[in-house]
């Protein structure tokens, strides 16, 4: 089958790809486009561990047909940092030992991004109910509410 | 309908590796150039820590900052051997043997340092911020850095050291069938406040209690989270989940996360955790592994509250809502055994 091209905006950067016709967002990420940054996890949309942004939706991308994203943004977790500077969600995951084995933090730290964004100032009720879709067999969810927390408390400082 | 409350206790002696062949574990050391040295590994670690731990024990070993110590490992064909990252072992076994390594690499440090400032090796002594200096005497020092550039580019000598740890293999006595099957045990005890409802046999855990004994807290952060995530995956083997519910029969097995049920972010239990310390004679600085044991008790102490709360012994996991509902049906209703505490 021919391969299509598509254009779509990643992390604010224009790209332009030639995907497998029927082929998933998350496969056309990691093998075509080289962002290795979210995760195969299940491949049928139950771990959560490939959560992308999508016009700022999170959404499972294994279960997006890459045809669908043409002229959308889509934001992954290679594209949190600004340059050297961690985001405050991910400096907040480090610094509260919010990851283990760390599988699970790209999609965790994508659906925590598409909560803060819209609202800044979440409950612990909130962030879990954001984060719910989102498997983690290492921490026990408490450090990641705790770390979202923290950082929606220094990105609210920071626009003040 | 009535909500039950109910108290469990488990305690847990945990023992620390395996002695199959010994359980050796090797480590080797070497300095770059630059005075910075390597650790080269082949234990994984899958997110305990084990990175963090043997780092700091190198620093702490070599006299050298931990910033000057990269931890190379994981990769079996390069790497010298490891039995691997099981039964408690990694931070024991491989620390002990990053010690052995280490140490062997700082008396060839401090001899190549001596050489340079013309003093005997051991009136030499290190400050743990990248200098090495005549004890009794601290301004005659040199740096790690200028000590590891004299050994490799105008004494030809390396900076390297080579460790392994190996238990004494330990065979099982003919008469009695007595084994030494360990060096050190880890350990713990817990309590577990939960309720359960008689109507739906619904089991909810409200609160967490514990206290783990681990040597030396090496790294107390890296202990925590691993006692909180720990505590999380035994309270899903206790009530969540399972591959057959209905064990021989395959009936109603999950088949993907959907319905392989395990609690979520929804369903955090408050765990309070107090680490007491009492560092182990034949531990690397102390420290034992919280590994495993830190989801094992709760198993216990979730199916003793269960019984404290309504009478019902389930005697296999995870205990669902239906095992618990069964339970207080052959009693002819609930029975609680008693106010909690």
Known sequence: ?160 | MTVHKGRGFACINYPIGMNLGGDPSQALVHSNPDGKFTVTLSSIDLGQGMKSVTRQIASETLGVPVEDVYVDTADSDTGPHCMGSFASRGTHRVGNAVIRAANEARQQMLAAAADELEVNASDLDTDGRGNIFVKGAPSRSITVSETAIAAQFKQGKTLAGRGIFLVPKSDVDDMTGEMSTVTTFAHAALIVDLEVDDETGVVEVNEINSAYEVGRALNPRLVEQQLIGGAWMGVSHALYETTEPYYPSRDHAPLDFNSYLMPGPGEVVPHNIAILERPAEDAPYGGKGPGEMCANPVLPAIANAVYNAVGVRCDSLPITPEKVLRGIRANGGAQPKGTPG
């Open chain 1, 1 to 160: 089958m021919a391969k299509k091209p598509i254009s779509f905006v990643l992390n604010g950067q224009d790209t332009s790809v030639f995907v497998e016709q029927g082929g998933n967002l998350l496969d056309e990420l990691r093998r075509t486009v080289g962002d290795l940054s979210p995760k195969f996890g299940c491949g049928q949309g139950t771990c959560g561990a490939c959560t992308v942004l999508i016009n700022g939706e999170p959404q499972l991308s294994c279960l997006v047909l890459a045809e669908r994203v043409e002229g959308q943004r889509i934001d992954t977790n290679g594209g949190l940092a600004e340059g050297p500077d961690l985001h405050p969600l991910q400096k907040a995951f480090v610094e509260g030992f919010a990851a283990q084995c760390g599988f699970c933090s790209s999609g965790m730290l994508m659906a925590a991004k598409a909560l803060l964004d819209r609202n800044a100032s979440p409950s612990r009720d909130e962030i879990a109910e954001a984060i719910s879709g989102n498997l983690c067999r290492c921490t026990g969810y408490e450090p990641i509410i705790d770390a979202i927390v923290v950082a929606a408390e220094n990105m609210r400082r920071r626009t003040t």
